[in-house]
């Protein structure tokens, strides 16, 4: 079955510290891997939509990028505003109905 | 322009209840999920509906959980009989779909549902 695993769970970072997020996937053909930012309490706000490796997506302080195994959201100078929740899910090519997504990370941008 | 609506958002029920939840798409979407999503995990697949059929249904969705989607338009999750382990967010997400093409997911804010 197509699995998703996001490291690390949780992220704690000061304002203006860039780091990336990791996203492996396991998939018989990948059709698309997707990023989203959760609050709490919250629905998932969609971010970015990769289809290929190499491809890369980038919004403000958000690039997203895709290799045949894993994506990288690499967050440059973070504000505490960036604290959330992100998640990752692929959809695959044989089995498009369905989407997996991973645990998420849990970022913490601290002032 | 509003985006995908659920209704209601919190949703308290004694166990052995039958609970009912709404959805409204985005309305040009003609593709809509429910997921479940409990603390610390990601959303997790629960069904799929293209237009007014459905089409993929998860094995987490027993006999007691029943999903419609009328006319096309919005869609409703059932759940009869409710458990204890049935306590999660209830998130529903509709998405444009043509000639094979699949397009992201929009989320609505949830319905959380607490079973005591």
């Known amino acids: 079955e197509d699995q998703v695993t996001q490291s690390p769970e949780a992220l704690r970072l000061q304002e203006g510290e860039s780091s990336s997020l990791n996203c492996s996937y396991t998939?018989?053909?990948?059709?698309?891997l997707f990023w989203y930012r959760q609050d709490p309490g919250k629905g998932p706000e969609f971010l970015f939509t990769l289809y290929s490796a190499g491809e890369e997506k980038e919004k403000e302080r958000l690039k997203a990028t895709l290799t045949k195994k894993e994506s990288f959201l690499h967050i440059t100078a973070p504000k505490p505003e960036d604290s959330a929740t992100y998640l990752c899910?692929?959809?695959?090519?044989?089995?498009?109905?369905?989407?997996?997504f991973g645990s998420g990370t849990k970022l913490n941008v601290k002032p | 322009d509003t985006g995908v609506s659920q209704d209601p958002r919190h949703k308290i029920t004694k166990r052995g209840q039958n609970v009912t939840f709404r959805c409204d798409p985005i309305?040009?979407?003609?593709?809509l999920y429910w997921y479940r999503q409990t603390l610390g995990q990601g959303p997790e697949f629960l069904t799929y509906?293209?237009?007014?059929?459905?089409?993929?249904k998860s094995r987490l969705l027993s006999d007691r959980f029943s999903a419609e989607r009328p006319k096309g338009s919005f869609s409703t999750l059932e759940i009869q009989r409710t458990e204890q382990g049935d306590s999660a967010m209830y998130l529903c997400?509709?998405?444009?779909?043509?000639?094979?093409?699949?397009?992201?997911?929009?989320f609505g804010p949830g319905t959380r549902l607490t079973v005591t």
């Open positions: 899910a692929v959809q695959g090519l044989y089995n498009f109905n369905k989407f997996y």
């Open positions: 997400a509709s998405s444009l779909g043509r000639g094979g093409l699949y397009y992201e997911q929009y």
């Open positions: 998939v018989s053909g990948l059709r698309g």
């Open positions: 309305s040009e979407h003609n593709r």
């Open positions: 509906f293209q237009n007014e059929a459905q089409l993929e």
